[in-house]
């Protein structure tokens, strides 16, 4: 199993949007992929499999001791989605009590049928414990921010600095900086001074494009249904990296 977790420092940055389409955009290049969905929002089953409606997820199979393949759904393309699932409160505290290190490892590597699927992990946003965990097992992290004021304010203390220091220092770790709009001058400015100070670090630039919500609206990637599209392109030039960073042997 290959883990990719992305999250961010706010919320309604894109994750969401980013693992349902990196996942389609990855099995378009022959990858196996699960996609998971660790939000109790269920948004990213919505995104990928529509037509399912199975309440059964994560959080209910880890309080009922079921194996999380038990919530596989088959989503677009071929990703296989892992939902969140319907869950009451006491099973939602008592996922984050019993998927401590050695437990979570195992469930998300019971997800994966071969050593080279990539699982992919949509978060809540922000650090919460369980954020913290997933990240420690990760094998790349992804960090979504935006092309705003907002998120680049945290730029500077964000991880220590992190996003702005040398490879070296944290190789496994990425930003993708997420609707960029070259008509407003903030947005152009910011994804210039990224490129300047910090290209190594951001495996890619997404730019703001309508297509996304489009597609998302109607339960279908924007990599499936308008493949020449802004959005389509940039998320395939991050899902080659991916598959890139990702695939044994020498790259
Ligand atoms: N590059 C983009 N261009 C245009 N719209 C976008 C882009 N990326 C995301 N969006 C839109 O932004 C909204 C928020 O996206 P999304 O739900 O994926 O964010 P999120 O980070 O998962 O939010 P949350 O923190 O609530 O989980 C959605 O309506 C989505 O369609
Ligand atoms: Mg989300």
Redesign the pocket.
């Known amino acids: 199993m290959v883990l990719v977790v992305v999250s961010?420092p706010k919320?309604?940055?894109?994750?969401?949007?980013l693992v349902a389409n990196l996942a389609v955009a990855l099995r378009r290049r022959g990858r196996n992929v699960t996609a998971v969905d660790f939000?109790s929002?269920n948004?990213l089953r919505f995104l990928l499999a529509p037509n399912h409606e199975s309440e059964l997820g994560i959080a209910r199979c880890t309080a009922r001791g079921l194996p999380w393949s038990d919530a596989i759904v088959s989503g677009q393309d071929g990703v296989r989605v892992a939902p969140y699932g319907e869950a009451t409160t006491a099973e939602r505290l008592l996922m984050k009590d019993v998927l401590v290190e050695k437990a979570l490892s195992e469930a998300l590597a019971s997800l994966a049928r071969s050593p080279d699927e990539i699982v992919i992990v949509d978060t809540?946003?922000g650090e919460g414990r369980m954020q913290e965990r997933l990240e420690a097992l990760a094998d790349l992290k992804l960090i979504?921010l935006l092309a705003d004021a907002g998120s680049m304010a945290l730029v500077p203390t964000y991880r220590g600095g992190l996003m702005l220091r040398p490879m070296a220092e944290r190789p496994d770790t990425f930003g993708i900086l997420?609707?960029v709009d070259p008509r407003r001058r903030l947005s152009r400015d910011i994804a210039d001074f990224i490129s300047a100070h910090a290209a190594e670090r951001f495996i890619g630039v997404?730019?703001?494009?309508?297509a996304?919500?489009e597609a998302?609206a109607r339960g279908e990637s924007v990599v499936g249904v308008a493949p020449g599209s802004v959005?389509a392109i940039d998320i395939d030039g991050i899902a080659a990296s991916l598959d890139r960073l990702t695939s044994p042997g020498p790259y």
């Open positions: 961010s919320g309604g940055v894109g994750k969401t949007t939000d929002q948004a809540t946003p979504v997420n609707q997404v730019h703001y494009d309508e996304l919500a998302a959005a």
